[in-house]
């Protein structure tokens, strides 16, 4: 239980950074952008596998459009400013959630 939540959380905020990051108005912090987004899309995708493999594709879809609704909701509502700090946030958390989920032993 602890470990759906753990990876299922952190490809929601994954999914948050990419989407939210996608609705930048601002070019130059567009660019501040790109780590954030390589980092997500590559440990996104490596997670979502295995936690479908693991957990089920329902709940890897549901975090999916769980961390991109309120990204879509952020990206409309923010400046770039302070969307870029959400942006970075957000993927700090998803990244301290990556290395807690991977502390989990492998199932059998």
Same mark, same amino acid.
């Given at each position: 239980m602890t470990e759906a939540l753990t990876y299922l959380s952190a490809i929601g905020l994954f999914s948050f950074v990419t989407m939210a990051s996608a609705l930048m108005r601002h070019e130059m912090l567009l660019l501040a952008?790109?780590?954030?987004?390589?980092?997500?899309?590559?440990m996104g995708f490596m997670m979502a596998i295995y936690a479908d493999d693991t957990f089920g594709t329902l709940p890897v879809g549901g975090a999916l459009v769980a961390g991109? &609704?309120?990204?879509?909701? !952020? @990206?409309?509502r923010? *400046?770039?400013k302070d969307l870029l700090i959400a942006i970075y946030l957000g993927w700090a958390?998803?990244?301290? &959630?990556v290395l807690i989920g !991977? @502390?989990?032993?492998? *199932?059998?």
């Open positions: 952008c790109i780590p954030a987004v390589f980092v997500a899309l590559v991109a &609704l309120p990204g879509l909701w !952020v @990206g409309r923010f *400046r770039p958390a998803a990244l301290v &959630l !991977v @502390g989990f032993p492998d *199932r059998e």
